[in-house]
Every structure is written in structure tokens, then in C-alpha cells.
């Protein structure tokens, strides 16, 4: 479970105490800010920054003005909502990237995801800014860094820069150099990272700092390091003076909790926030978007974000003609399936729509996301012509075959087969509905393909 779906469940628990409808008194709120509290220190929250979010919360709310239109709790969930906001930082903090080149300079732990993280900020800023960045490999020491960062350029097909064991200060200058020859609009510095903070590595951060003058300064860190999270950064801090924080593997433990407190206990911006594997993982830092999440409310601003930079506008509008025609198949299913996978898995994407969070467990959305994946494998080991013409998997041979070549077995194909014959019928009545200018075609659990 995830740092943000674990707070969430519970605050969401919290806030669901009822109140005294006419006002808010620090009798009738005690009980609910007991469980925030809580829920927050339970989530590794810093201890002062749970203290200072409860303050003020009780002073926002004891005896203040319920807003026309709203009942207490309504108003509670508000203040919450708006104190959580300031806390993680009151707005977003874009990159400066003013000059040409702009130099990105990322610093860190080892294990932080330093690397990775580089090569995705450096995909992010093509795809979304249209910048030509060059990754530079200055980590001598950690047998493989530059390696692994060549590997991972090739995948995003960005350049890196490189010049094996020399010294990291003289490989960047020249880097500099290459970068304005060959118009690159930013130079993102992969600097050695070690198991612990050091004299070693400060010094020759701060040569490289004073060597290429960076417009930011990043640290990254890892979001499952819990409380220790504040004194790297200040130490980091204290000695570069850095721009921003992007925290890591927040997909990866309910403990994630003391990210929270970077901003308000260094009043340093977090910048990105990294929530898994692939290279669109890496988001900007909205403070909005999170306390929205925490409080169970979704995040439809990055989900709608993610559809439009991953997914095929023209794949999406021939596949909804083919509906609107009666056509729909099995390669029309393949392809939606695949243009979801884009923006991320099935957990991820339920999470960020309002309205569903606590409405449908993890077990079953493990389950869907276990479906959509063995279906996607059996559609894979189809010819285009049966994912086309569905009728001809009525043949034996050919059922046999697909089980064969996809390892899967027959109660799995037949699943496959079923959800698709019902689903189409339901695309059907919908298509219907649209042309009367309705939606009735879609009850509650009336989903297609059984998801």
C-alpha cells in the first residue's frame, strides 16, 4: 500500500466523525482531531509538523463561521483540506531553467533512485517542455552508475555524457562546453551519491556547485527513509543550498509519512514526487493535488495530464466510431488496453477519480488489474485476424492453439471470451442510449469485459 492511500483511509475514517451540525466546538471536534493525529504520526508524520497542522486546525475551526452551503463537517474537511495544503508547501515550484544551457544539478544517498530519476526528469522535460537535456554521468565510484545511465538514455533516447574515471569536475566542464556547441537547452548532472553523508562527497559537490553554477540544485530522496528524511536534507542543504527535493518510491511503503514534513521542517520546495517504474512515473509536486489525495478526494487534474501526454487521440476516436458502428472486437479491446497501461495501473488510476477511493478494495482491484493482464497475454497470442473476426475462436484448434502459445489455460480463454461477447453487448445498448441522447445503459457494477 502506498504512502498516500495509507494516510488516506484514515483521515477519510476521521473525518467521517459526526459533528454538531449548528457549530464547531473543541468538545464535538475532540474526537476527530484525536484520529488525525494519530493517523499522522501512525503514518510517520514528524512529530512538530502533527502538532503545528492540529493547532491550527483547532484555531481555523473552534467557533468559526460555517460557510453558506456547507454543514460542520463539510467545513472541517475544508480546513483540514486547506492547513494540509499549507503544510506540503501552498503551490507548485516549476524548474528555473532561464539560461541556455540550464544546468540541473542532482544530488543524493545512494539507493535514493538518483539515477533513474535523472533519466526520467530528463524524459519529462522533452515530453512536456519540449527541452533537449543531456545527461551527464559523473558517479566514478559506484561500479555500473554510468553504465546504468547509458542504459537508460538509450531507453528514453536521450544523450549522456560521459568520460569514464575522470574526475567528475573536469568531466562536467567539459560537458558545458558540448552542451553549447551542440544546443542543448539543459545539462542534468548525475553526481556520485554514497551510503552516507561524507566529507568526501560535500567536497567535491561543492566543486562541482561552484564548477558549473546550477540553476537548481535537487535532492533526491528516498520516501521510505522515514524521519531520517529531515536530516539528510538539511545537511545537504546546509552546504549547497539547494533549489528543491524530489522524493522517491512513494508507491512503495504505507511509512512514507515524514515526506510530509520536508517542506515545512527545511522550507525547502519538493519539485517531484516519484511513484514508480516507468519513465512517466515522475510527476511534478502539486500541494493541492496531494492534500487531495490524503483526504480521499482524488487527483482527476494529473490523471486527465497523463491521459493526454500518453495516450493516442486517433486510436481513442477510430475505436469509438467502430463502437458507434456496431464493429467493436477483440483488437479494438487489445488496443484500449493498451492505451490505459500508458498512463499507469489499474490501482493508480482508480485512486486519482473522485468519488472511488474506500468504494472498491485493494483485493479487487488486484483482481481486475490480474484479469486485464492475462486477457492482454491471451489477446497477444491471437492472429489480427481472430481478434478481428471473434467468431473463428469457436474452432478448437484455435482455442488450443492460443492456450498453448500463451501459457494460460481454457477456463481463462473462455473468461476472456464470455466478458468480450457480454461487454459488446453492453457497448451496444450504450451507443443506443447516446443516440437517444441517455445514459441508462450504465447501471451501478454494469461495467464492460467484467472490469
Not at 544523450?159 to 569514464?164: A, K, N, R, S, W
Amino acid at each position: 500500500m502506498a504512502f498516500g492511500d495509507f494516510l488516506a483511509k484514515r483521515m477519510k475514517k476521521s473525518l467521517e466523525k459526526k459533528v454538531n451540525q449548528a457549530t464547531l466546538s473543541e468538545e464535538n471536534i475532540k474526537d476527530t482531531l484525536t484520529e488525525i493525529r494519530l493517523a499522522l504520526l501512525e503514518a510517520d508524520v514528524n512529530n512538530e509538523v502533527v502538532k503545528e497542522l492540529i493547532s491550527k486546525i483547532q484555531a481555523k475551526v473552534v467557533g468559526g463561521y460555517i460557510e453558506e452551503g456547507v454543514n460542520a463537517q463539510q467545513q472541517l474537511i475544508k480546513v483540514v483540506h486547506d492547513e494540509l495544503q499549507q503544510i506540503l508547501g501552498k503551490e507548485n515550484q516549476p524548474l528555473e531553467l532561464n539560461h541556455k544551457p540550464s544546468v540541473i544539478m542532482m544530488v543524493g544517498l545512494q539507493g535514493s533512485g538518483k539515477t533513474t530519476t535523472a533519466n526520467k526528469l530528463a524524459y519529462l522535460l522533452t515530453k512536456k517542455q519540449g527541452k533537449k537535456p543531456l545527461l551527464v554521468g559523473l558517479d566514478i565510484y559506484r561500479p555500473g552508475a554510468i553504465d546504468q545511465l547509458k542504459e537508460l538514455g538509450l531507453q528514453t533516447n536521450i544523450p549522456v555524457f560521459e568520460q569514464g574515471k575522470q574526475d567528475p569536475v573536469k568531466t562536467a566542464k567539459q560537458a558545458l562546453i558540448y552542451a553549447e556547441e551542440n544546443n542543448y537547452d539543459v545539462v542534468i548532472l548525475d553526481t556520485a551519491g554514497r551510503l552516507q553523508i561524507d566529507k568526501e562527497l560535500m567536497d567535491e559537490l561543492n566543486q562541482l556547485r561552484k564548477t558549473t553554477s546550477p540553476s537548481e540544485i535537487l535532492l533526491v530522496v528516498d520516501g521510505m527513509i522515514g524521519q531520517e528524511i529531515i536530516d539528510v536534507t538539511n545537511a545537504f542543504n546546509e552546504l549547497l543550498k539547494l533549489s528543491g527535493v524530489i522524493i522517491t518510491k512513494l508507491d512503495g511503503d504505507a511509512r512514507g509519512g515524514a515526506t510530509l514534513s520536508i517542506a515545512y521542517m527545511t522550507k525547502l520546495p519538493i519539485k517531484f514526487i516519484g511513484e514508480g517504474e516507468k519513465l512517466n512515473a515522475l510527476s511534478p509536486f502539486y500541494p493541492k493535488r496531494m492534500a487531495d489525495r490524503l483526504l480521499g478526494m482524488g487527483d482527476i487534474e494529473t490523471l486527465f495530464e497523463r491521459a493526454i501526454e500518453n495516450i493516442d487521440e486517433r486510436s481513442i476516436e477510430k475505436t469509438m466510431k467502430r463502437m458507434f458502428m456496431g464493429q467493436y472486437d477483440l483488437e479494438d479491446l487489445r488496443n484500449q488496453l493498451a492505451q490505459t497501461a500508458k498512463i499507469g495501473n489499474l490501482s493508480g488510476i482508480m485512486k486519482m477519480i473522485p468519488g472511488l477511493n474506500g468504494k472498491i478494495n485493494d483485493q479487487q482491484i488486484e483482481e481486475a488489474q490480474r484479469r486485464l493482464v492475462i486477457f492482454t497475454i491471451l489477446m497477444d497470442s491471437m492472429t489480427i485476424k481472430e481478434r478481428r473476426e471473434p467468431k473463428l475462436l469457436k474452432s478448437i484448434s484455435r482455442k488450443q492453439r492460443i492456450i498453448k502459445g500463451s501459457g494460460r489455460n481454457e477456463k481463462e480463454l473462455n473468461e476472456l471470451l464470455n466478458n468480450f461477447d457480454k461487454g459488446k453487448k453492453q457497448v451496444l445498448q450504450l451507443t443506443k442510449q447516446f443516440k437517444k441522447g441517455g445514459m441508462g445503459a450504465f447501471g451501478k457494477g454494469n461495467l464492460p469485459f467484467g472490469f
